[in-house]
């Protein structure tokens, strides 16, 4: 890619940036800082609906290389390559809707990489300058330093043409982003507000490791919907709660749960078969039986503790919802519109289990605002006389 369409091409993510940081810097907020890690999380909450957008319409490839589109900027430029691929695949992979897809989604993933950047700077400048907690840089540079490698993966996806590992743990470090901005969230409020009601710490001991349980649970869960999405397992069962109208239907786990491959081959190069599809929905769908057990005790658990009611009752509702998009996208043949909430639902589940674990350590742990008070001097020695 030429010098200066890369530089066209940061442009457009410092433009895409250039409106929250807008939005932080004229707002009445008199915490910035605190309100530009909530706008961060937003975002990266819209990033992975959007790349879950992005893989549902088959748009990973809409642009075939990287970081441009056929080594330009954007598809505007782009056009006249894009339009002799879809001339000669006019249902494969590129076309001009595709190739918007895909670079509006890497414009949104470089302005994220802005704003942490900006994010990170700040923070290192106000904890030199004030050594306030709510600045500390040791979590804006892990977030620095984790987007880069999420950029990384991002850029396999597409040299190693949707290989469905690299796809996965592009999703599954996009979740991990967001879980880390909102934790991040959480400590900034903390940090300003009053301590709410803090229920008893018996009672929050024996919660916390079944809110650590949740998380685990639910991260396998995503790995598991994510192979489910990146192998086109969706409708390999084409009923509920059967499958295929059998319990147990036919199933290969070797095939199916193979990592390294490329998308529909075996390890061997030979194409998967539909069996391994089988297997692949079928753990994703029993499996799900696990995560809203899990998810639904710990929020029961957790409902009538003072200060987590909210998330708890939130956590339940959405956790219903999500199991419902699951079955509709089986039910309904799996429509766009459906399956994008399902992913959607699936970023919201890791975002209030963030917050439950996080209101949980600090009723157990508060943590303050105030840096720390330098060290008073030693009292004078009394005269004699």
């Not at 990266?44 to 900027?73: E, H, K, M, N, Q």
């Not at 306030?132 to 999420?150: I, K, M, S």
């Not at 850029?155 to 999703?171: D, G, Y």
């Not at 503790?305 to 009752?313: K, N």
Request: charged content about 10%; proline content about 7%.
């Amino acid at each position: 890619m030429q010098a200066s369409h890369l530089v066209q091409l940061l442009v457009h993510g410092l433009l895409v940036a250039c409106i929250p940081l807008s939005m932080v810097w004229m707002s009445s907020d008199p915490h910035k800082y605190r309100k530009l890690v909530w706008i961060i999380a937003f975002f990266t909450f819209d990033l992975i609906v959007f790349g879950g957008f992005t893989r549902l319409t088959d748009s990973g490839l809409g642009c075939p290389d990287w970081p441009g589109c056929y080594g330009l900027a954007n598809p505007f430029l782009a056009h006249e390559h894009i339009a002799a691929a879809e001339e000669l695949m006019p249902t494969g992979p590129v076309t001009v809707a595709k190739a918007w897809i895909e670079m509006i989604h890497r414009y949104l993933a470089m302005g994220i990489g802005v704003l942490i950047m900006a994010l990170t700077i700040t923070s290192w400048i106000q904890w030199r300058r004030s050594r306030a907690q709510a600045f500390h840089p040791a979590l804006p540079t892990v977030l620095f330093l984790w987007v880069c490698v999420q950029g990384a993966f991002g850029a396999w996806t597409v040299t190693l043409k949707l290989q469905p590992v690299i796809v996965t743990l592009h999703l599954l470090f996009g979740m991990t982003l967001l879980a880390l901005v909102v934790w991040m969230g959480g400590r900034e409020d903390n940090l300003l507000k009053p301590p709410p009601p803090a229920a008893a710490p018996a009672a929050l001991r024996r919660l916390r490791p079944l809110a650590w349980l949740s998380a685990a649970v639910l991260l396998v869960q995503l790995a598991l919907g994510g192979w489910v999405s990146t192998n086109y397992a969706t409708l390999a069962c084409s009923d509920f709660p059967l499958c295929n109208g059998q319990v147990i239907p036919e199933m290969d786990f070797e095939h199916g749960f193979t990592l390294w491959r490329e998308l529909g081959k075996t390890a061997a190069g030979h194409y998967l078969p539909f069996s391994a599809l089988t297997a692949i929905h079928w753990v994703h769908r029993n499996f799900a039986i696990v995560v809203v057990l899990v998810l639904g005790w710990t929020a029961w658990r957790a409902w009538r503790l003072p200060g987590l009611h909210g998330t708890a009752r939130n956590l339940a509702l959405l956790l219903a919802a999500q199991a419902t998009t699951g079955i509709a996208t089986v039910f309904l043949d799996f429509p766009l519109a459906i399956a994008v909430l399902h992913n959607a639902g699936a970023a919201a589940l890791v975002l209030l289990v963030t917050v439950l674990n996080y209101k949980v350590q600090y009723q157990l742990d508060p943590v303050r605002m105030s840096p720390p008070s330098p060290r008073s001097p030693a009292p004078a020695p009394a005269s004699h006389s």
